[in-house]
């Protein structure tokens, strides 16, 4: 039978539209699985804390220090083993540290600048390099100058410092330095971060550096941002990507990456109208689309919580459940969707 050419065209569109159709639930299910995590309680951490940073070695999580209920700085070192769900501990930071992030070179984990001793504290150019296997702390080459909330990164045989908060706890900055970790002595400088800001989240993904959030300002008045940028090292350049949904900070230590994609969970949201404050909204980043979306939620709404993946499941743990008191002692666990 021989269609006009009008009707040719529109069974060709059905035809299209029908399998479009087809592959939604694909994508549905995705989405869906995210959704319905199946969250369930797990072993509380050794006292309620928020900002730890956070790293896993061996299938081990580690939480370093943080914020307890009155605001000192802890050193403490814990680290949880999900298959007994139990906690230990290592030997304790050498400062008493916070707004500060990790990065780890295979068994060394590296920290940078921070605010020091009880909220309030001064900040500091100290720098620290963890060793997993000797359990043993070394101080490293000083931060060029005092810095706070900056992000941490390693990439390639270079550790990435930028942003953060100058010595007045206040003032955002947007200095960017690297140092070698093949016998590195000095930082060097390189690309300034474009929108200076603190609390800023660090990531690496397919050997660029990711900027993501943060906020304006500290103790006078904090606002957070939906800035993201990149660091390409090849051309030591930043580029804009898109913008997260909203402004949102405080989430530094559970920003993740999973299958090629960045993940947040949970952080601040106070620049949003209406502001939503604390929230519990899980959202991933794909780089090859440049786009933001929701992909579930967490049990709580929780700010600067630590989070991590182990062995095919997200972890997550403390934070403050306000801004940021009361604090929790809450760990939760739940399986990824595949």
């Known amino acids: 039978m021989r269609f006009p050419t009008r009707t040719l065209f529109m069974v060709i569109a059905m035809i299209m539209t029908r399998s479009v159709l087809a592959d939604e639930p694909v994508v549905g299910s995705r989405s869906t699985a995210w959704s319905e995590l199946k969250w369930k309680m797990a072993a509380p951490t050794p006292f309620k804390r928020v900002e730890s940073p956070t790293v896993v070695v061996e299938n081990t999580l580690y939480l370093f220090g943080g914020f307890t209920e009155d605001l000192h700085s802890s050193t403490q070192v814990d680290l949880y083993n999900p298959v007994t769900d139990t906690w230990s501990q290592k030997k304790a930071m050498p400062s008493g540290l916070t707004h500060l992030n990790p990065a780890i070179d295979g068994k060394t984990v590296w920290f940078a600048g921070g605010f ?105 008045t904090q606002i957070d941002v939906s800035s993201c940028h ?30 090629g994609r960045i993940v947040i969970l949970g952080g601040r949201c106070n620049s949003s109208q209406p502001a939503r404050n604390v929230v519990n909204d899980i959202l991933e980043y794909d780089p090859k689309a440049n786009v933001w979306k929701t992909i579930g939620t967490i049990p709580e709404k929780i700010l600067a919580p630590s989070a991590e993946i182990i062995s095919g499941s997200i972890i997550i743990t403390g934070g403050g459940l306000n801004n940021p008191r009361p604090l929790t002692a809450n760990t939760w666990i739940a399986p990824l969707p595949k």
């Open 116 to 220: 020091k001793g009880r909220h309030p504290g001064p900040v500091v150019t100290e720098v620290w390099k963890y060793d997993v296997t000797s359990d043993t702390w070394t101080a490293g080459p000083p931060l060029p100058e005092p810095r706070a909330g900056g992000g941490l990164a390693i990439q390639g045989r270079h550790l990435h410092y930028f942003g953060g908060y100058k010595v007045d706890r206040d003032t955002n900055a947007g200095e960017h330095w690297s140092l070698s970790l093949d016998g590195g002595t000095t930082w060097k400088r390189e690309a300034d971060l474009p929108d200076p800001r603190g609390h800023v989240s660090a990531a690496v993904l397919d050997g660029k550096i990711y900027a993501l959030g943060g906020d304006h300002g500290h103790d006078k």
């Open 230 to 259: 990149r660091f390409d090292p090849a051309t030591g350049m930043w580029s804009e990507i898109a913008s997260l949904p909203d402004g949102r900070s405080h989430f530094e230590s559970s920003t993740i990456i999973h299958n």
